[in-house]
């Protein structure tokens, strides 16, 4: 009996190390995506994941919020709304997200440059630091931006329009001689579809009260991070506006007028 007992209370603790052991490990180089690009260019923009559940699986990263609402920043575990008054807002927990991309960054390159670059050749300059194109990284650019083009779209109503028709209303900022941070990812051409090939940045400036999706920039001098992400997790949502989607179109033009 005694020997029983101190076996259930062995077992009691080792199940109680590995749930904390299992809740608090953090998932180490992976990028954690809701959703697909696709999916979200073809009107699926009903919230899956509120924010406190994608809290838990990055704490650096970009996306949007239910129904379209604008353009979403995380960034040092805080997460952050960018609506069409180019304002910053924090976001609730209970807040849900139809499409985004985080990760927990922990970045294994780090370089500053001193010199001045616009955004085409920001990412030229980036190709070259990456080791491969092969796998996902996650890019953090802390600096002086001479300028900065940034969007935001407005909330959408069902009937959901397609993304294409979204960004024809979007509202667009321009932000001169600002102190901020960019926050995005590389993501290989491969997923085509899934998510989206290349660069895929966002904006907040130095007091985390203005930002946006980046349309263009320039940037003077800057600290940049670059996180390797081997790993990719998908999470597919279960409802109606994703299941319904036509995810069999081609809709590389669409994604082109969207960044652009």
């Known amino acids: 009996m005694k020997i029983k007992r101190q076996y259930l209370n062995f077992s009691i603790f080792f199940i109680s190390v590995f749930l904390f052991c299992s809740c608090e490990q953090k998932p180490k180089d992976t990028l954690y995506q809701v959703s697909t690009i696709d999916a979200l ?9 509120t924010f406190d559940e994608l809290g838990k699986h990055g704490n650096f990263g970009i996306g949007t919020f239910d129904g379209i609402d604008g353009e979403m ?4 575990g805080k997460f952050y709304q960018v609506k069409t ?16 991309d985080v990760c927990f960054f922990n970045p294994e390159q780090k370089i500053v440059i001193e010199k001045k670059l616009n955004f085409d050749q920001l990412k030229e300059f980036l190709d070259k630091l990456l080791p491969t194109k092969n796998i996902f990284y996650a890019i953090k650019i802390v600096g002086d931006f001479d300028y900065v083009k940034a969007r935001s779209v407005p909330k959408q109503e069902k009937p959901y329009p397609p993304l294409a028709e979204v960004v024809e209303k979007q509202v667009i900022f321009e932000f001169f001689n600002q102190k901020g941070t960019v926050v995005g990812f590389y993501s290989p051409g491969y997923v085509k579809g899934v998510g989206v090939p ?16 980046v349309l263009d920039l320039t940037l003077n001098r800057a600290s940049i991070e670059i996180d390797y992400l081997d790993k990719f997790y998908l999470i597919l949502p279960k409802n109606a506006s994703f299941l319904s989607a036509d995810l069999e179109k081609d809709r590389h033009d669409e994604l082109q007028k969207v960044e652009k």
């Open 198 to 213: 290349q660069y895929h940045v966002h904006f907040l400036e130095d007091n985390y009260e203005k930002g946006g999706h």
């Open 41 to 49: 260019l073809g009107g699926a923009y009903d919230g899956e994941i």
């Open 73 to 76: 920043i995380a960034l040092d």
């Open 85 to 100: 008054d180019g304002k910053a807002y924090p976001v609730s927990k209970e807040a849900k997200t139809p499409f985004s």
